[in-house]
């Protein structure tokens, strides 16, 4: 979720700082060192376009099924829209659409990059974006939450559709979430929908081909449970959604990082962490659909946290070096449908206090059962690793992505692309930026909760947020990578 500067807020999740009160990030010193990237790899800043100085974070990436060159990616835009932006290739990643200055999603801020013409939409902020392409490509999906800074606080989350591959969208976005009142940017008593993601259906052996999936977690106390885990979903294409489904009951609670994964005969495999007597991340969950998300199995514990990374100043930030907000621990899942298996990365801080990356996974049929599961692999460096994503190609290759501390002696942060052929057992790493940035010289010192990664036939796109120069002022930028392995 965005970040804020608050006068009085409990540990959990925040929302924004106003992107038009935000001064030029300093230009911070580049590093004294620096790699060379190899042949397969890309790298492009994809938001560095139109004179755009202001920051972007939060990455999720999407390709069209039907044209891999067309790719989209969306952040948190802290421009004078002040809202979820976006940018979309239709070559490969090789050229961007620009920031600036209609690169936001219309219909939710009351603003737009030019003080003098007015947004289309009645809500103060929006962020957490979420991107998917339907299964023909013909329709692009953007989920982002709107919200209010001022009484009585309404906040709900919206679906937006595309027909022209993303470099356009609907004017009326679709309400996800049924609740959107009386919110509060805190965590402890907090009320709002936060971190939310999607899947689309796209197997055609499926019954439910090219439904798409909503999932978020409602910090509210709803009904007596804090933070429970909530599905919606859309049979029509993201014009109408269903009911919230509430997936979380009872003692499981404290529930944050929802994803959904979807196997071959329309299955549905959602992960979360989950904060046991109130500690965020001390456990990872899963849970099962078989029928289109109507109804979920009972939530089971399949992995324990030793320590999770925590970097969320000043609340907590337990990395050495200056604070920062960036992706903590979570679980980041992917379905192998080579193996008939769900893969699971997260990071977390081992025994020997390194932040390590760590995967592992269980057979589709038993991943309910906690036994199933294999022990983690751990993907340790001379730095610590954290923020996973994770993808799995169609004929069974991993891929992950991460940041990294470890080109720097732990000084900087870097992105990391590894990948796997034998089902997660062993891991070739590749460096991907050619240079680290310290985040805590910038103005909000965030670089967001989460990336974004999709695996294709001959490797990986990625999305990051990471540093980048206009008109003299450097700030965070999205980027764009290709990696092959």
Known sequence: MRYIVMQAVAVGAAVALTACAEPPAPSAPPPSFAAVRPPAVFVVDASNGGGDTAA????????????????????????????????????????????????????????????????????????????????????????????????????????????????????????????????????SNGQFPDHESIAVDGNPASPFYGSLYVTWVQFSGLQGTHSPVQ????????????????????????????????????????????????????????????????????????????????????????????PFRAPSSYPAPAFDRAANRLAVAFSDIDTDGRAKIFVMSAPADRVTDAGAWSRPVVLAGSGDRFGAELGAAPGGRYDLSFYDRGYSGNALVDLTYATSADGGATWAATRVTDSGFDPSLYRTRFIGDYNGIVSLGAGAALAWTGVGTTNGVTNFDVFFGSAKP
Do not use: H, M
């Open 56 to 187: 972007q974070d939060e990455t999720p990436i999407a390709v069209n099924p039907a044209n891999p060159d067309n790719i989209l990616t969306g952040n948190n835009d802290f421009n004078l829209n002040d809202g979820c932006g976006y940018n979309v290739s239709f070559n490969g990643g090789k050229t961007w659409s620009p920031t600036l200055p209609t690169g936001f999603i219309s219909g939710l801020t009351k603003f737009t990059n030019d003080p003098a013409v007015p947004g289309t939409g009645s809500f103060d902020v929006a962020g957490d974006p979420a991107v998917a392409f339907s299964p023909d490509g013909r329709t692009a999906y953007f989920v982002c939450q709107a919200f209010n800074v001022t009484p009585p606080f309404q906040i709900a989350l919206f679906a937006s559709r595309s027909s022209d591959g993303g470099l356009t969208w609907s004017s009326s976005p679709a309400q996800v979430s049924t609740w959107n009142g009386n919110g509060r940017g805190k965590g």
């Open 231 to 322: 599905v919606a979903f859309s049979r029509d294409g993201a014009r109408t959604f269903s009911v919230p489904i509430k997936v979380t009951q009872g003692p499981v609670r404290n529930n944050q990082d929802a994803r959904i994964v979807i196997g071959p005969d329309g299955t549905l495999y959602l992960t979360f962490d989950n904060g046991i007597q109130g500690g965020k991340g001390t456990a990872n969950y899963v849970v099962v659909s078989r029928d289109g998300g109507v109804t979920w199995s009972t939530p089971v514990a399949f992995s324990f946290y030793n320590n999770p990374v925590c970097l969320f100043p000043p609340f907590c930030f337990n990395l050495s070096g200056s």
